[in-house]
Structure formats: structure tokens, C-alpha cells
């Protein structure tokens, strides 16, 4: 099936440019399915973490986003344990004029500041809630132990 | 003193140029081997048509380059300034947000109606390519020195619009045509004259060369046109598809897209996709001009480019690929010559009937393979592999761009391979046909020549029980046909409620023609789709009969219809 030229041509800029601390490899017998590995921030309880995703361009992109979601375990209020993201930008707040770039982009500023106030993992939530400090420590305990760099 | 002098080529109506003009050219000659290729078209000159080009970004109302450019509603664009003071609109109510409270009169004489304040945003895209142009020519500018060339001012008619009936004294007292030595070959020359204010939005220059070498500067202009065309045709992409902006539309927030771009986004959301504002305008788009002076920069500085896309626009817009050239909708089952009605909702569905109504207007249905059966050569779809051409007859659009549709069955297919388009199946299909009349009489012979003459009576549900296969394949077509039609009168006599007279006003009286009746009885009966599906890969009328007849004697069989309150088989 042909690719869309906005597909095409996000990929080229995705490579020619790339963003700091974020990759986006398409498959090569798939086009639309991209490995994703994002740097967690600095002064982040993910930091020196790499984190894979998954990232699919489904038919009608770019009228609907991207499907995304983590392959690496994480411990984040926003994360739940299938990797599936909350974040408005993927659902209801998509807009056709975002692309891969500032999504992920907006992922990693996602990594840089939980927002356990809007919660996917609940338990997760919860825990930052009640002790913020604790759940900041589980969360570096995850990064170190599930998301280390190969 | 070499003199060379000549008027700069008159392109008046340069925001006129359309698409339609570029494309009737390039396919008047593209039947026949001596195909014009995209490249062919060559776009304005940056010597012979330095005026032309210059004009493209001038207001025609204060004869300015565009200073903070607004697109209005009716696509024309004006400099802020240059528009008359909001006034507030009289008697409306309705939605009287504030941003609609306050209007101008449109400036541009063939509209003059009164857009809303909240309606004119600064047109982003038009900003950004006066800033691109300013940049370019601020780099310009040191490498022209010395390049010496007078321009004079050429007016051929007192301007039109430019004036009120009653100041008609004062205006034909027209100002000196004014002249100007200037460097930088001409169209950097014109574009600084222009700057200055001194070149009407409709007079042309001439041009007086005052190098002792006669030198016209021509390479200066085609360097300074080559960076505006590379710096501007950046601004000239689409945010959502990433292409060249074709038959650009200006949304009321200023920002710009291709028009199906703009219709696509539509079908899904109401927010624009930069700013996220909601989108005042009905989603068809129909009414909504293109924006004219996006629309004639594409086409002066780079028609090679919009030929290009128009062509790639033709080929997405017949919604298919390569030989998948057959768009398919898995909702339903649909017969030859039996209406279908459909409510579009959906937005791939919505883009696949838009599709439809500017191609061939049909498209293939299928049904959905819901038991999960393999489909010969297909393997395991979502659908099934055989169905129904229809054509659309009628289309009503509700204001959210939903549609209501009626269509016709023409040809039954079944899908040879299939893929994917915007989220919608398209497919190669080959037409399934009834064997020639010469091989349905033979086979109604082959199969009735076994029967004893006595078996070829009228039916009665009794001697059907008694072997009831052999008994319907023994049966003449014509008796096959009469026992459905006689079934029908039969249950119309005892008012079976699926013959209701909504039903047969939707699917009209049992047809004559033998070869579709069969088709009308599964639109009318009330059993399994699943079922009537059998019909679709028949091959003969005689086949289909058959099958008409085992649902009358399975029916029958039940007895349902004797006074039972029954109506789902």
C-alpha cells in the first residue's frame, strides 16, 4: 500500500533531525510502525532511563494520532501497566497539524512532570499521592532496574 | 545611452488565476504522446514580469506590499489597516458571541457584504511569506548597488474602486505618475517602488536602463525571484498533509490548508488544527472561497508544482490504488436493481462518499464476515468476498456533514485482493454475470428431464414434504418463479407484516423480470442476511429461483404464518 507523503516526509525529517534524547526508527517492512526509545528527562526520577515505545501511524493518520505505547516497564501515574498512555494530545486534544515529533516530545515532558491528579494507573497515582517521596524513589528503582541502557 | 525600455507584461486580473485555466491547458494536450510534463509550465519571469510579481503581494487597496495581511470570508485579502472601522452589526442575535458583534464592510467591490470582526484573523500564512520576502530582500540589497534603472509609473485608467461616485472631481485630477531611479534589476526595483508608494496597484512601470553598458540586470532579478520562490514555497506547505497547498482555504482564525485537507480534518473534528478554535464554517466547504492571492502566488511563482499536485490530487481523489480501484464499504448486504439507503457517519466513510459522488459515483457493499468464515482465496476477512455494486442516486447532507444516501444495486462482484485506503477497503473485483441464456435453458432442461411430468403440477405442501430437494430441483423455472410470486400474494392475503406497505413503497411491487425477482423477495423477507447472501454468487436465474423456493418451503414448513403472531424466522 502507498504511504502517504506526510508519512514519507515525517520520517525524513524524524531522520535528517533528530530530537535530543528521543529516536523513531520505522520498521522496515512496515513504514507505519516506528521503534521509539525516549531518554527520561534530567531531574526526573527517570533519568538515565531509556525508554522503548511502540508507535503505529494507523490508516486515516493524520486525521487520528498515532497509537503509542510503552514497552518499558515505568512507574508513572500516567502509565499504566500495558505501557497505554494518558495524555490528551493522543485522544481527545489530537490535532492533525501535531506529528510524531511533538508527540513524543510531549511524552518525555509527560516523564518530566506526573500528573497523578489525572491518573491511568491508579495505584500508581495513589502512591504519589499519599507519599510523594517514596513513589519518586520506586520510580528511579524501575528506571534503574527495567530501563537501563544496553 | 543604450536605451531599453519596455512596459512590464499586464497580468491585471492576476487574482483571478485559477487552477481550472493551468489544468484545461496541461490536459487539452496531455491525450496524446506529445504529453506536456509539469515541468513545461513555466511560471512568471522575474525580468519580463517583474510588475506581475510584484502585484501578487501589493494591497489593492493602498497599493502597499501587504502590512499585517487579513484574508476575509469572501477570500479576498487586504492590509489590517486598510479595512474601514468595525461597526456594530444591527439585529442579529444568533450566536452573538462577542467576537460577531462587530463587523466591516467588505472593501472589495464584488463583495461588499459585512464580514464579522471574529471572521477576519491576520492570515498567518500570507504574513509569513511578506516576512520571508522582506528577509530575502534585506540580503539582497548590498549585492544590487550601482545597479541604476528608472522606473516610471504607467497608469492606463483611473482605478475603479478606488473611489466614491461623489468624489469623482477630485479623482480625475489623478496624481503625476510618479518615476523613480532605483537599483537591483526590476523586480527588486519594482518591489522597492511599490514600497516606496509609488506604483498604483493597477499601473504598470516602464523601465529605463541607465547602465552605459545598456545592461538590463536580468541575472539580478533571477537570483532575487529564485530565493523568493525557495523562501515562500516553504511557507506554501500544508500543516496537515505536507504538500504543496492545493486550492488553498483561509479558516476564519487566519489559517491556511488545502481545501480537501480542510474537509478531511472536518469529518473528524470541528477545531482548527493549529489554533484549536472552533471552526464557524459548514463542513462541505462548499462556500467557502479559495483564498486568491495564496491561490495566484502558487500559480506565478510555481505552476510546475500546483500541475504536479493537481495530478496527484486527481489520483488520490479517484480514492483507490493502482489496480485496487474499487472502493468498499463492509456494512450491509445490497442487491441488483433493489435500493440500499445508508446513513454516513463514519468519517472514512464520509471521505470514501465524497469520493464516490465526485468519481462514478458507486461503490462496492459487503457484508461482515461474522461468523468468521474463510473466503476462498482471500483467507479470513473482515467481509465477505461476494457483493453488490451501488450507485448513488440521491444524497442528503445534514449540517454536521453527516449524509443520508440512497443508492441502487447495479452489478453483483466478488474481491479478487484487497488493501487499505484512509482507513476504508478498496479492491479489485470481478464482475460476477449469469451464465447466457442458451446455458440456463440447458441446464433447466438437464435437470427438469428427469422429472416424471406428473411432479411438474402445482406444488402443495404436501407433495413437497415428500422429498422436497429432488422436488424443487425437478420444478420448471417458470414454476419456480409462480410459487414466489404466488407466496407473496398468498402472505399479502393474510397481511403478513413484512409486506407492509412501508416496505413495498421502499422496495416498490414484486418485479416481473424472473432474473431480479429473487432479489426483491430477500429485500422484503424477513430472515437471516446471511441467508439472502447465498444469492449474490449465483450464476443463474434458475439457481437463484431455487433458492427462493427452499426459503417458501422451509417457511411453509413452519407453518408460521397460519395465524401465528410470529414474525421472525
Known amino acids: 500500500m502507498a504511504l502517504p507523503k506526510r508519512i514519507i516526509k515525517e520520517t525524513e525529517r524524524l531522520m535528517a533531525e533528530p530530537v535530543p534524547g528521543i529516536s523513531a526508527v520505522p520498521h522496515e517492512d512496515n513504514l507505519r510502525y516506528f521503534d521509539v526509545k525516549i531518554h527520561g528527562p534530567s531531574q526526573s526520577p527517570y533519568e538515565g532511563g531509556v525508554f522503548k515505545l511502540e508507535l503505529f501511524l494507523p490508516d486515516d493518520y493524520p486525521m487520528t494520532p498515532p497509537k503509542i505505547r510503552f514497552l518499558t516497564k515505568i512507574y508513572h501515574p500516567n502509565i499504566d501497566k500495558l505501557g497505554r498512555i494518558c495524555l490528551d494530545v493522543l485522544k481527545s486534544n489530537w490535532s492533525p497539524a501535531l506529528q510524531i515529533r511533538t508527540i513524543l516530545l510531549s511524552i518525555q515532558a509527560l516523564l518530566g512532570a506526573p500528573n497523578p491528579d489525572d491518573p491511568l494507573a491508579n495505584d500508581v497515582a495513589q502512591d504519589w ?6 513513589a519518586i524513589q520506586t520510580a528511579r528503582d524501575w528506571t534503574s532496574k527495567y530501563a537501563a541502557p544496553e | 545611452m543604450n536605451l531599453l525600455e519596455s512596459v512590464g507584461f499586464s497580468l491585471i486580473d492576476s487574482e483571478e488565476l485559477s487552477y481550472d485555466e493551468l489544468l ?29 510579481l510584484v502585484r501578487l503581494i501589493q494591497c489593492s487597496k493602498c497599493s502597499l506590499p501587504f502590512r499585517i495581511p487579513i484574508t476575509l470570508p469572501c477570500g479576498h485579502s487586504h492590509c489590517r489597516d486598510c479595512l474601514p472601522q468595525p461597526h456594530h452589526r444591527e439585529n442579529i442575535s444568533y450566536p452573538n458571541t462577542p467576537d460577531r458583534r462587530h463587523g466591516v464592510v467588505c472593501p472589495v467591490q464584488t463583495c461588499q457584504r459585512e464580514h464579522p470582526v471574529g471572521e477576519c484573523d491576520v492570515d498567518v500564512t500570507l504574513s509569513k511569506i511578506m516576512e520571508a520576502i522582506t528577509d530575502v530582500t534585506a540580503e539582497y540589497q548590498p549585492a544590487s548597488e550601482d545597479t541604476p534603472m528608472l522606473l516610471e509609473e504607467i497608469k492606463h485608467y483611473p482605478r475603479a474602486d478606488s473611489v466614491l461616485p461623489e468624489k469623482e472631481e477630485d479623482s480625475m485630477e489623478t496624481p503625476e505618475p510618479r518615476s523613480q531611479v532605483l537599483n537591483g534589476g526590476r523586480l527588486a526595483a519594482t518591489l522597492r517602488f511599490a514600497q516606496m508608494g509609488f506604483l498604483d496597484f493597477e ?26 520562490r525557495e523562501s515562500v514555497s516553504k511557507e506554501l506547505d500544508c500543516q496537515v498533509c505536507y504538500n504543496l497547498m492545493y486550492d488553498p482555504v483561509t479558516t476564519p482564525c487566519g489559517h491556511t490548508f488545502c481545501r480537501k485537507c480542510l474537509v478531511r480534518v472536518l469529518d473528524h473534528s470541528s477545531h482548527c488544527p493549529i489554533c484549536r478554535r472552533t471552526l464557524p464554517i459548514p463542513p462541505s466547504l462548499d462556500r467557502q472561497p479559495s483564498n486568491q492571492r495564496l491561490k495566484s502566488l502558487l500559480v506565478g511563482l510555481c505552476p510546475d508544482l500546483v500541475a504536479a499536485r493537481a495530478e496527484a490530487v486527481e489520483q488520490e481523489e479517484r480514492g483507490t490504488i493502482g489496480e485496487l480501484d474499487v472502493p468498499l464499504f463492509v456494512c450491509t448486504l445490497g ?3 433493489m435500493p440500499t439507503f445508508l446513513h454516513i457517519f463514519e468519517p472514512r466513510y464520509r471521505l470514501m462518499i465524497r469520493r464516490a459522488l465526485e468519481g462514478n459515483r458507486t461503490f462496492g457493499m459487503l457484508m461482515y464476515n461474522r461468523a468468521g468464515q ?17 450507485r448513488i442516486l440521491n444524497v442528503q447532507m445534514l449540517p454536521d456533514g453527516r449524509s443520508l444516501i440512497e443508492c441502487i444495486g447495479t452489478t453483483r462482484f466478488k474481491v479478487l485482493r484487497w488493501s487499505q485506503l484512509d482507513g476504508y477497503i478498496v479492491g479489485s473485483v470481478e464482475r460476477i454475470e449469469d451464465v447466457s441464456l442458451a446455458e440456463e435453458e440447458r441446464i433447466e432442461a438437464e435437470e427438469t428431464s428427469v422429472a416424471a411430468p406428473a411432479l411438474n403440477a402445482p406444488p402443495t405442501p404436501d407433495n413437497i414434504s415428500i422429498d422436497p430437494s429432488v422436488l424443487v430441483n425437478r420444478l420448471s423455472t417458470r414454476r419456480l418463479l409462480i410459487h ?63 433458492i427462493v423456493v427452499n426459503w417458501i418451503r422451509r417457511i411453509e414448513g413452519q407453518r408460521w404464518y397460519a395465524g401465528s403472531s410470529c414474525t421472525v424466522l
Open chain 1, 129 to 134: 499521592k499519599t507519599d510523594e517521596k517514596a
Open chain 2, 24 to 52: 484545461a491547458s496541461s490536459r487539452f494536450m496531455s491525450g496524446d504522446e506529445a504529453r506536456v510534463t509539469s515541468q513545461d509550465i513555466v511560471g512568471l519571469d522575474a525580468h519580463e514580469d517583474a510588475r506581475t
Open chain 2, 335 to 337: 442487491f441488483p436493481s
Open chain 2, 374 to 390: 474463510p473466503q476462498g482465496d482471500l483467507g479470513n476477512t473482515h467481509f465477505l468476498q461476494y457483493g453488490t455494486m451501488l
Open chain 2, 484 to 546: 414466489g410470486v404466488e407466496f407473496i400474494e398468498k402472505m399479502r392475503a393474510n397481511s403478513a407484516p413484512w409486506l407492509h406497505q412501508r416496505i413495498l413503497d421502499a422496495y416498490g411491487q414484486p418485479p416481473d423480470d424472473p432474473a431480479l425477482f429473487p432479489y426483491w423477495f430477500a429485500c422484503v423477507l424477513p430472515i437471516a442476511d446471511e441467508e439472502k447472501y447465498l444469492l449474490l454468487s449465483t450464476t443463474s436465474v434458475r439457481e437463484r429461483l431455487k
Open chain 2, 203 to 228: 499601473a504598470e512601470v516602464g523601465y529605463q536602463t541607465l547602465s552605459k553598458e545598456g545592461d538590463d540586470y536580468r541575472p539580478l532579478g533571477e537570483r532575487i525571484l529564485t530565493q523568493f
